[in-house]
């Protein structure tokens, strides 16, 4: 066997590790937001009687946030790595912050939230009328809504970009990513189905990572043979 075959099969782990990652954090994040909406009565209103008929939707869902954040970070750590020596300090530096930054706000929103349901389960009465309790359904919506999804419109963009100057990914694929980002920009609604763009993003790309990923593991290994 030749000598380069386990140089080829090292190049292949991170593309192959990042897609795993990647498409790790869709599912679960996807889920996740696909039943906390199944929880709410309306795009912003976390009544009583929702809280009720699906609390279990909801626990899940939180449950399942800080796994998505894991295999995110993972992600976010492969693709640097196999980016290597083309990898442009600027927008990787905004690609990490901006993907930490996502993470952070999620955590802090997912907390608030668990807070507000455990809190509720304790006194559910007395809480559903509460201005506190409505201040952290708030500030909860903020944090999610208006910062954390707006980071990752720009963590969307900052890889874009790294992709347009190294051409490590299609054109139509970059292009794509600046569309899907600016519509996370300047999304001014709370609705919970414009956050499932950034894990469909991420899925998108992560199978497709896959796909070249194990074409071109195929290939080089029958030309080192």
């Given at each position: 066997?030749?000598?380069?075959?386990?140089?080829?099969?090292?190049?292949?782990?991170?593309?192959?590790?990042?897609?795993?990652?990647?498409?790790?954090?869709?599912?679960?994040?996807?889920?996740?937001?696909?039943?906390?909406?199944?929880?709410?009565?309306?795009?912003?209103e976390?009544?009583?009687?929702?809280?009720?008929?699906?609390?279990?939707?909801?626990?899940?869902?939180?449950?399942?946030?800080?796994?998505?954040?894991?295999?995110?970070?993972?992600?976010i750590?492969?693709?640097?790595?196999?980016?290597?020596?083309?990898?442009?300090?600027?927008?990787?530096?905004?690609?990490?912050?901006?993907?930490?930054?996502?993470?952070?706000?999620?955590?802090?929103s997912?907390?608030?939230?668990?807070?507000?349901?455990?809190?509720?389960?304790?006194?559910?009465?007395?809480?559903?009328?509460?201005?506190?309790?409505?201040?952290?359904?708030?500030?909860?919506?903020?944090?999610?809504?208006?910062?954390?999804?707006?980071?990752?419109?720009?963590?969307?963009?900052?890889?874009?970009?790294?992709?347009?100057?190294?051409?490590?990914?299609?054109?139509?694929?970059?292009?794509?990513?600046?569309?899907?980002?600016?519509?996370?920009?300047?999304?001014?609604?709370f609705?919970?189905?414009?956050t499932?763009?950034?894990?469909?993003?991420?899925?998108?790309?992560?199978?497709?990572?896959?796909?070249?990923?194990?074409?071109?593991?195929?290939?080089?290994?029958?030309?080192?043979?």
């Amino acid at each position: 066997m030749d000598q380069n075959v386990p140089l080829i099969r090292q190049s292949l782990k991170s593309p192959r590790a990042a897609a795993i990652a990647g498409i790790i954090f869709a599912v679960l994040f996807g889920t996740g937001m696909v039943l906390i909406r199944l929880t709410f009565s309306g795009d912003r209103e976390l009544s009583s009687l929702s809280l009720e008929k699906n609390v279990g939707y909801f626990s899940i869902a939180l449950g399942l946030f800080p796994f998505a954040g894991i295999a995110f970070l993972w992600f976010i750590g492969v693709v640097r790595d196999h980016l290597g020596p083309m990898e442009d300090r600027l927008f990787s530096t905004i690609f990490l912050g901006s993907g930490l930054l996502f993470l952070g706000m999620v955590f802090t929103s997912a907390a608030i939230a668990g807070a507000l349901l455990a809190t509720y389960a304790a006194k559910s009465q007395e809480l559903a009328d509460n201005t506190v309790y409505m201040f952290g359904q708030e500030v909860m919506f903020r944090v999610f809504y208006t910062y954390a999804m707006r980071m990752a419109g720009l963590c969307m963009i900052s890889l874009g970009t790294i992709w347009t100057r190294t051409q490590a990914m299609p054109r139509w694929l970059a292009f794509l990513t600046y569309a899907l980002a600016l519509v996370l920009l300047i999304s001014l609604g709370f609705s919970l189905w414009t956050t499932l763009i950034f894990p469909s993003w991420v899925f998108m790309i992560s199978v497709f990572i896959l796909i070249l990923n194990l074409r071109g593991g195929s290939e080089l290994a029958q030309e080192a043979l």
